[in-house]
């Protein structure tokens, strides 16, 4: 089992930025790949970034490039999404994960555990 808790949501306004961590504990944290996901209300969970075991290869979905950017420090067992050029419809709740395969990335089926979320609020 991996435990996983999202830190660092809030309230920004437009053009701010914001810096989620995500700590796991139990089993060994550079054995899995990691990700980022949101929610939107009314919408279906999306995929947003994702880092390799090492935290040598990232991936990005089209809608953040530019903006958002993942890190891992495995000594910490701690994973960041550091959010800049925050946009109203970048507003969700964001969720860490945890897989043992790089396979099917971007899909949240590939992701084993869960946090529970942290919420990101963007004013306009």
Sequence with gaps: QVQL???????VQAGGSLRLSCAASGRTFSNYVMGWFRQAPGKDREFVLAISWSGST?????????RFTISRDNAKNTVYLQMNSLKPEDTAIYYCAAAKSLSSRYNSGNYDYWGQGTQ?????
Aim: charged content about 15%; glycine content about 20%; aromatic content about 10%.
């Design 5 to 11: 808790v999202e830190s660092g949501g809030g309230l």
């Design 58 to 66: 990232t991936y990005y979905a089209d809608s953040v490039k530019g």
């Design 120 to 124: 990101v609020t963007v004013s306009s």
